[in-house]
Nanobody, 124 residues
Framework: VQLQASGGGLVQAGGSLRLSCAASGRPISSRSVGWFRQAPGKEREFVAAIRWSGDSTSYTDSVKGRFTISRDNAKNTAFLQVNSLKPEDTAVYYC??????????????????WGQGTQVTVSS
């Protein structure tokens, strides 16, 4: 499975972006998808995840109510809608996919495939 993250950019605080994670090679319909981010000088952190079945999502506390993860299996793509952006959301955002039929998880070690990342920069 190859993952391609896109949709990042430079936005002002309060702005929105829609990040996409397009999969190729194999379908991701049987895989949970997660988004992680890494800011300069910081460790990679969990942002959000959606179960392969689409009936379960999870978010880190700092993005709850602002970010929404979704998936379109027909397009073999997952999305992260990021609203009400804050300067502290500035980071490289990565998408990742688990092994088949694994639950949505915050643990990066459970993700087998990773995209290359897309930069999100929020100006104050």
């Amino acid at each position: 499975v190859q993952l391609q993250a896109s949709g990042g950019g430079l936005v002002q605080a309060g702005g929105s972006l829609r990040l996409s994670c397009a999969a190729s090679g194999r379908p991701i319909s049987s895989r949970s998808v997660g988004w992680f981010r890494q800011a300069p000088g910081k460790e990679r952190e969990f942002v959000a995840a959606i179960r392969w079945s689409g009936d379960s999502t999870s978010y880190t506390d700092s993005v709850k109510g602002r970010f929404t993860i979704s998936r379109d299996n027909a397009k073999n793509t997952a999305f992260l809608q990021v609203n009400s952006l804050k300067p502290e959301d500035t980071a490289v955002y990565y998408c990742a996919a688990t092994k088949p039929y694994y639950r949505d998880t915050r643990d990066p070690a459970m993700y087998d495939y990773w995209g290359q990342g897309t930069q999100v920069t929020v100006s104050s």
